[in-house]
């Protein structure tokens, strides 16, 4: 459940006083922060307290994460120079990546045999960020310099595709045992611009761990049209957000492949009888795929009451 810890008092009292990329950056709070919604709420599984900016930090790109807003850039990166200085910070190395080792290893320790899931932004979602310079509705200027100058944009997405890549794989050799990609703002492309111009960095991001024997799970929000693409790309699991019921994307992806998703987080502020119906369903659609993998079609709105997490990971691990 991503940012699941959000919703948590003793989450947010750890934080109090520290900027969200610090507590990223520190071992010791990243591993507590991430043990927290594990010991509430007694899920199958824990993801890694980070952001996909984190690895744009490390590599020296001037990036905030603000309150209420999200991540924001010191400058947008939009032209051939600007890239050109993104590759002359060199690249990041397993000394630049320590902070994030060092806080997988000491998760994966206090986790015991509760699985750690690692994850990274993918490169469009990445690049969006720097382009726009910080969040956007529909990423226009991030998707007009893919048509506008294609050259300068691939030489981006090949940049955030190499730091996003040595970020997934550095989680995966300290301990986390599956990697999940996120392309969440993949939503606002067309299939055609998605294939030409954003699947071989996605590509490129997931070969960083080929050799490596995890599992990969790759989700998107409003994904519903590029399902098989993004399976494509070298995913084992595709995520899928609350828009597509499960069977539907289990027959577009030829039933062979594995799901995860996809409660509606707008729900969890519903009435518990229309929650639990809900739930019900998305369980019982996701039977038809080859595997499901239960969670949020999003993140967990952080006024969600955490109680109604718990009875629901007690209500899913019921049926
Ligand atoms: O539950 C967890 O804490 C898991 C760790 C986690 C993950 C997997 C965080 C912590 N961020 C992410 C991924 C992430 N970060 C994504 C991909 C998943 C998604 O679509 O949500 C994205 C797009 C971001 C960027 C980001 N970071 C946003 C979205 C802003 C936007 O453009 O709309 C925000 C709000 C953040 C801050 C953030 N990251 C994580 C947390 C707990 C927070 C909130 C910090 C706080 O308010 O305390």
Redesign the pocket.
């Known amino acids: 459940?991503?940012?699941?810890?959000?919703s948590l008092p003793e989450y947010r009292a750890l934080?109090a006083g520290t900027a969200?990329l610090d507590a990223c950056l520190d071992p010791e709070m990243a591993s507590e922060?991430t043990l927290q919604?594990v010991r509430r709420h007694d899920v199958d599984a824990a993801?890694?307290?980070?952001?996909?900016?984190v690895p744009l930090r490390l590599a020296g790109v001037d990036v905030e994460?603000k309150?209420g807003?999200?991540?924001v850039m010191g400058a947008p990166v939009r032209t051939a120079a600007d890239v050109a200085a993104l590759r002359d910070l060199g690249p990041l190395t397993p000394e630049r990546l320590a902070p994030v080792t060092e806080g997988v290893a000491r998760t994966v320790a206090g986790l015991g045999s509760t699985p750690l899931i690692g994850?990274a932004?993918a490169p469009f979602?990445l690049a969006a960020?720097l382009v726009e310079g910080g969040?956007s509705r529909d990423h226009l200027a991030a998707r007009t310099l893919m048509h506008a100058d294609p050259e300068t944009w691939t030489a981006l997405t090949s940049w955030t595709a190499e730091v996003t890549g040595a970020f997934l794989r550095a989680q995966v050799l300290a301990g986390a045992s599956a990697a999940q990609l996120?392309d969440?703002?993949a939503g606002s492309l067309s299939l055609a611009d998605y294939t030409a111009h954003v699947a071989p960095a996605s590509a490129h991001a997931l070969s960083a761990i080929a050799d490596l024997d995890v599992r990969r799970v790759h989700f998107g929000?409003g994904t519903s049209e590029l399902l098989v693409a993004m399976r494509d790309v070298g995913a084992d699991v595709v995520g899928v957000d609350h828009r597509l019921p499960l069977d539907e994307a289990n027959r577009r992806l030829g039933g062979r492949t594995p799901l995860q998703g996809n409660i509606d987080p707008a729900l969890l502020g519903a009435p518990w009888p229309v929650l639990e119906a809900h739930v019900r369903d998305v369980v019982a659609r996701g039977q038809q795929a080859p595997g499901h993998v239960v969670n949020l079609g999003?993140?967990?709105p952080?006024d969600t009451d955490p109680e109604v997490l718990t009875r629901l990971v007690g209500l899913v691990h019921s049926l």
């Open positions: 459940m991503r940012q699941a810890g959000r934080r969200m922060i919604p993801i890694f307290f980070s952001d996909i900016v994460i309150p807003v999200g991540p994850f932004g979602t960020y969040p996120f969440s703002w929000t999003h993140g967990v952080p």
